[in-house]
């Protein structure tokens, strides 16, 4: 073999594995704290709370959720990689009352260690003792469910932003205002459109009791299959007393959640046809969890905008089929 052309090859060769040493130890563009490794980083588990923090923080915060669309938080178990993105996180931000159950432990050792954490539902609670409770006297932690609430979520935000960058105060404050005006006009769409459901037909049934904040401010009756967290089973005998409630009021339509499954739902339409009632999905909705990244549905208010318009059109109500914005994706 011709010693040149070895020599050529065993140096492209010592090149090409440098290379990819060298590659390998540079810092690559991480995902949780954004393109800007400037800025400083907040950290939320939900989207609902995220698209909070991104609301007032605009440009001067690289927002990251946790947990993504379409995942139920009552059950996650956070990650190595998870632990990491929180110890890389500046601020934190949670729902709270014991909405990420499973990962109370970790979050608890992050603000041990002196980090700013936010519990946002937590809060509200401070400010206005609202909260529902069930029979066991576990409180609902679906707080967003309530505009009008989650208004005084933005506020707790602000205030902790504007605690945590004192210098971005104004910004944070002249977005929250702007945002506040949006959430105004989205709790008064609200209730002129869940009110325009006939009061006969006003009746909500989901896969779960994640609506009772939206039952409580905007006047419709709301029964979930399982209870406020998915950690509770539901019971046959459960299904059996909704079919009964669902025949004896004649309800058209039934709801499945985009973060959980539909099979107790399709439980509850096969018991109500068994006792000949017809009963279809009046749509999908999303309860622990918003819309795609990126898509209307994927922020808190086309999240909010998405349920109402959907849950009013299949009931028998009036609502413009694009929603309140004219954002709403088409469905077949």
């Known amino acids: 073999m011709n010693i040149k052309n070895l020599t050529r090859r065993a140096l492209a060769s010592f090149l090409a594995v440098a290379a990819l040493s060298y590659s390998a130890c540079q810092p690559k563009p991480s995902a949780e704290t954004g393109a800007d490794s400037n800025k400083p980083t907040a950290l939320a588990t939900i989207g609902m709370v995220a698209d909070l923090v991104r609301a007032i923080g605009g440009e001067d915060i690289a927002v990251t959720t946790l947990i993504g669309e379409g995942i139920d938080p009552h059950l996650y178990n956070p990650t190595l990689a998870d632990v990491k993105a929180l110890d890389a996180a500046d601020i934190i931000f949670y729902n709270g009352l014991m909405l990420e159950g499973k990962m109370g432990e970790v979050l608890g050792k992050q603000s041990t260690a002196g980090k700013p954490v936010h519990a946002i539902a937590e809060a509200v609670q401070s400010r206005q003792n609202f909260l529902l409770e069930d029979e066991e006297g576990h409180t ?158 994927g922020t808190y208010i086309g999240m909010i905008d998405h349920n109402v318009t959907t849950i009013a059109n299949a009931l028998g109500g009036q609502a413009p089929k694009a929603g309140l914005n004219g954002k709403l994706t088409p469905h077949e």
């Open 140 to 297: 609902d932690p679906h707080v967003w469910m309530d505009v009008s609430a989650w208004t005084m979520a933005l506020d707790e935000v602000t205030a902790a932003l504007a605690a945590f960058l004192p210098e971005k105060k104004e910004a944070f404050t002249t977005r929250a205002a702007a945002y506040k005006e949006q959430l105004a006009a989205l709790d008064a769409y609200a209730k002129k459109t869940i009110s325009s459901i006939p009061a006969e037909r006003r009746f909500l049934i989901t896969a779960h009791d994640a609506f009772g904040y939206l039952a409580q401010a905007y006047g419709i009756e709301v029964k979930g299959i399982q209870g406020i967290s998915t950690e509770s089973e539901a019971a046959i005998r459960d299904i059996e007393e909704l079919v009964t409630f669902i025949v004896d009021r004649k309800i058209p339509a039934i709801f499945v959640e985009s973060s959980l499954s539909d099979k107790n739902v399709k439980a509850l339409i096969e018991g109500a046809q068994a006792k000949g009632q017809q009963v279809i999905i009046g749509g999908e909705l999303f309860s622990d969890a918003m819309g795609p990244a990126g898509s209307y549905e």
